[in-house]
């Protein structure tokens, strides 16, 4: 018997024989102390995605009777797919004697329905025609073979559920054509605002497959006759990084949590203004390290569109606390001859002042790479999204900026430009803030109406035309002082 202290959830796991072991543990205690809204399983080849799906759903079912019906719905790629999840709900519910009537017809193109006592109604659905699942509200879902759907099954789920507040548990493997499965996964792997959670499963968890564990001889088999990063991702149910990441180092789970503002200190802009992707990052400096804390990111928005969003933005008072620059701008932001130039329309829309100096994209990228590897960079939990291998949030950038390998035109190892703009931001205000990290390189520093654009001594801080520090960076390099925060680490 299943040890747990939801009695109910505890007759629900005993009816359907669920037995715990070391790697079904994690879901199951996080399950009974958190309850989460939203779950989502990647799982090994035969790793029993399917039970643990339902087993976890017994913490969401208890046996009430309602008044008012209620409709669940299990949602495959076609009709076939989500039977076996059904399969497992029916033989539970009449263990328990809950089923009152069921319409299981043998075509493998039938919808499969049953009507329980407590007035709830399960349903099988099919992701072929997105439309109909927009019909009305639910109160709670299952995706089935994510990794099979297209990514509008989520959103018109997530639609259905909203007004009854419903749930909806996620499972599927690893395909290459799964980009939003892979995107929800990462994103659910931190804590995040949406309240979701998401867990891994090799395929030895099911020991009824694989009695032996890790080490069953078939196990063993499958790891000897594939490459290592298949056999994780089929079989060990571990997403692998592409091997051609221009920015390997960042970890979603190490790297993204949430945070919030700390009131005392300014928040500073990270930009880099390109016409195919604005991207602005509300960044705040704590000791060595920085957390980014929110991020506006649109793709083909022009400044005088971004700028008032930014001005809407809860942390901009904060971003006007600053008595010097109030962030790192891309130098092109200064370099657009016969135009106003972005630097001049942040100085006109949303009167700051920002620093901008000329970098090697070597430079730029080895800073934020350097800050992840050293823990010193963190982020809210600013999402994920990627849409055809586009970056339609800002962190997707980190999985999906690659170089170029055999198969592409071009220099072999050179990295593609697209997917690194709020990446390029970054590295512009490391920069700034926390100075070069390599040999500075020669060339022709700018200067723009009278500022020095050079990166001084003082992380960042320049230090006055001639070396001479003026009133307004000694009051801003006190202020900083008085408000040194600490490290992250």
Known sequence: MVQVSDKWWSTWLTTLGYEVNRYTKPIIEYVEENNPRFTLIYGGERGGKSFNSVAILGKKLPPNSYKEQRE??????????????????????????????????????????????????????????????????????????????????????????????????????????????????????????????????????????????????????????????????????????????????????????????????????????????????????????????????????????????????????????????????????FAEPGTVSQAELWRTIGGIELYAKRYPELETRNAVRNALADNLLHFNNLGNESFNGLARQPLAEFRLWRKRTIEDSGTIGEPFDKNNDFIKALGYWWLYRFGQTEKKPRGKQRRVRGYDFTVGRDQGLNNGVGGRETSVQKARRNFRSRLAYGSLE
């Open 72 to 333: 669940y719905w299990i949602i495959g790629p076609d009709y076939l797919s989500p039977r076996a999840e059904f399969m497992l709900l029916f033989d539970a519910y009449s263990k328990l004697n809950l089923v009152e009537k069921d319409n299981r017809p043998e075509s493998p193109t039938s919808q499969w329905s049953m009507q329980l006592t407590t007035n709830e109604r399960w349903v099988t659905k099919t992701s072929s025609d997105i439309a109909k699942l927009a019909t009305f509200s639910i109160h709670g879902a299952m995706i089935v073979e994510a990794n099979r759907h297209a990514p509008a099954v989520w959103f018109k789920v997530r639609g259905r559920i909203a007004e009854n507040r419903g749930w909806c548990i996620i499972n599927g493997t690893y395909e290459d054509s799964s980009e939003w499965f892979i995107d929800l996964y990462e994103k659910w792997s931190a804590n995040n605002i949406e309240g979701g959670k998401s867990f891994s499963l090799p395929s030895w968890a099911n020991h009824k497959a694989f009695p032996g564990g890790e080490d069953d001889p078939e196990i063993i088999s499958l790891r000897a006759s594939t490459t290592e990063e298949w056999f994780l991702e089929r079989y060990a149910g571990i997403p692998q990084k592409p091997s051609n990441l221009v920015i390997p180092e960042f970890e979603y789970d190490k790297h993204v949590n949430l945070y919030k503002v700390d009131p005392v200190l300014p928040v500073e802009l990270a930009i880099d203004p390109a016409k195919h992707t604005y991207a602005v990052a509300f960044v705040q400096k704590l000791g060595r390290g920085a957390v980014v804390l929110d991020c506006v990111y649109k793709h083909g928005w022009i400044a005088q569109k971004i700028i008032p969003l930014c001005l809407q933005n809860p942390l901009w008072p904060y971003v006007k606390m600053n008595t010097g620059y109030a962030g790192a701008i891309d130098v092109a932001g």
